[in-house]
């Protein structure tokens, strides 16, 4: 069965339609790459994954699990709509840390905020919000040295590189353990220089494990790193399959056009 099953999605905004009908099905410990033009549905399809956006229609299953069902009619709470986000990591394109809390307090903030809403609700002892706490604040300094950060700990925002902010912005996807890590095009905002640093990390989070979903411009990363390729047009998946598949032999002309297009 699969971890992640995606039936019927549909999106519009007014009357332009932005995703029409998309179905996909993705393994635990799978890397997917998106690819797509400009104006495709990439990141609208990341966003409803999410729940930044709400689907009007379709289902969203993970790991069994049915955590959207609509046919348009529904609206949730924002405490379902932060249950079920809590289920996906995503790192945004333009990082969109915050600029008044350090690289460490970025890492911290979420997790102590659920924390308290647990103390709250559970009436949890002052020993166990203390054990909690020193657990959150080492999964912080670990995630930080996973992405070669640990020195930059007490540096704010505007004192990191635009890679560095990524960097940083890949951690705090990880702090709350997501069953799947969602990219929205993550070095689209960084000088070519400095995208080699956060695609390596990217490439490192990969094992078994770890599901991740990557809407991504950087076609040799695609092919290198994602056991399946997912191709998007005009709002529907145009072409899938194995990187070899889709960039050595692709079938659909519109997949044809658009990687002659990215070669030249």
């Not at 709250?120 to 020193?134: D, F, N, Q, T, V």
Request: charged fraction near 30%.
């Amino acid at each position: 069965m699969s971890f992640l099953t995606v039936k019927n999605i549909n999106k519009s905004f007014g009357s332009t339609e932005v995703l029409r009908g998309i179905d996909l099905a993705i393994n635990k410990g799978e890397v997917v790459a998106i690819i797509g033009s400009s104006g495709s549905g990439k990141t609208t399809l990341l966003r409803c994954l999410n729940f930044l956006e709400i689907a009007d229609i379709g289902e969203i299953s993970v790991d069994g699990e049915v955590i959207f069902a609509s046919d348009g009619t529904r609206a949730f709470s924002d405490r379902e709509l932060r249950e079920k986000r809590s289920r996906f990591g995503l790192v945004f394109q333009s990082f969109n840390l915050f600029p008044q809390y350090t690289a460490f307090e970025n890492l911290t903030l979420a997790p102590k905020l659920k924390l308290e809403e647990r103390v709250k609700k559970e009436h949890l002892a002052a020993a166990e919000r203390k054990a909690e706490l020193a657990r959150i604040t080492a999964r912080a300094a670990d995630l930080l040295e996973q992405v070669g950060l640990s020195e930059k700990r007490d540096f704010y925002p505007c004192q990191l590189s635009g890679g560095q902010q990524q960097r940083v912005a890949i951690a705090r996807a990880l702090m709350l353990s997501p069953d799947i890590l969602c990219f929205d095009e993550p070095t689209s905002a960084l000088d070519p220089e400095l995208t080699g640093e956060v695609l390596r990390v990217i490439r490192s989070l990969k094992n078994s494990e770890r599901t991740m979903i990557i809407v991504t411009h950087e076609m040799e990363f695609a092919r290198n790193v994602a056991d399946h390729v997912i191709f998007m047009a005009d709002g529907v998946i145009e072409e899938e399959g194995t990187p070899d598949e889709v960039f050595g032999n692709p079938k659909s002309e519109k997949t044809k056009a658009f990687l002659a297009v990215d070669k030249g």
